[in-house]
Nanobody, 127 residues
Framework: EVQLVESGGGLVQAGGSLRLSCAVTGYGFNNVIIGWFRQAPGKEREGLSYISPHNGETDYQDSVKGRFTISSDAAKTTVYLQMDNLKPEDTAVYLC????????????????????WGQGTQVTVSS
């Protein structure tokens, strides 16, 4: 059974930092894409970043570029999202997802291209 478990969310003041983790079990890191998304109440799910763990390729949505950093630890089959300079508008549930085949392209910011999802972790940024 494939499972993705997010952790590391919480309450932080504007300008602060958090590091989210996405632990993957039941699936290896060869030739996959791991993406980070977020969903705020009343808004559509937004793709933030993705990584191809086997070659380190990454990409970021403009809204988080320069503030968020994605990385992976293949030995732990875990992907991280370091979030710095957080803003109140970053408040959302953050979810990670796995795509079973690795590609590159803007379509990887859309949720329908992923096969497995975690349950999410809440991030709240106070002003």
């Amino acid at each position: 059974e494939v499972q993705l478990v997010e952790s590391g969310g919480g309450l932080v003041q504007a300008g602060g930092s958090l590091r989210l983790s996405c632990a993957v079990t039941g699936y290896g890191f060869n030739n996959v894409i791991i993406g980070w998304f977020r969903q705020a109440p009343g808004k559509e799910r937004e793709g933030l970043s993705y990584i191809s763990p086997h070659n380190g390729e990454t990409d970021y949505q403009d809204s988080v570029k320069g503030r968020f950093t994605i990385s992976s630890d293949a030995a732990k089959t875990t992907v991280y999202l370091q979030m710095d300079n957080l803003k109140p508008e970053d408040t959302a549930v953050y979810l990670c997802a796995l795509r079973r085949t690795a590609y590159s392209g803007y379509f990887l910011f859309y949720s329908e291209h992923y096969d497995y999802w975690g349950q999410g972790t809440q991030v709240t940024v106070s002003s």
